[in-house]
């Protein structure tokens, strides 16, 4: 009896496939959870710095939009100052 598996029947199969998904999976609920503890080691002012809560941590790291290669960069916005301010 052979222990040894051919790899063509592995990446037939999708396990592969199934275990990169899995590990990736877990690595990125890891990431999470340290921005989660790190945001929450945070004064309130310096999470108001930012512009959140404690209320709105564990949004913003999981279920925020993130910017990426298909979303583009939110454009800076040019202030305009009136006439009086000068």
Known sequence: MS???DMRQLRGSGLIASVKARWLAYLVRRIERAAIIHLQAMSDREL????????????????????GPSMPAPQPTVQRHSQDCR
């Open 48 to 67: 108001h710095d930012i512009g959140l809560t404690r209320s709105e941590i564990a949004w913003a790291v999981r279920e925020c939009p993130r910017h």
């Open 3 to 5: 222990t040894t598996v």
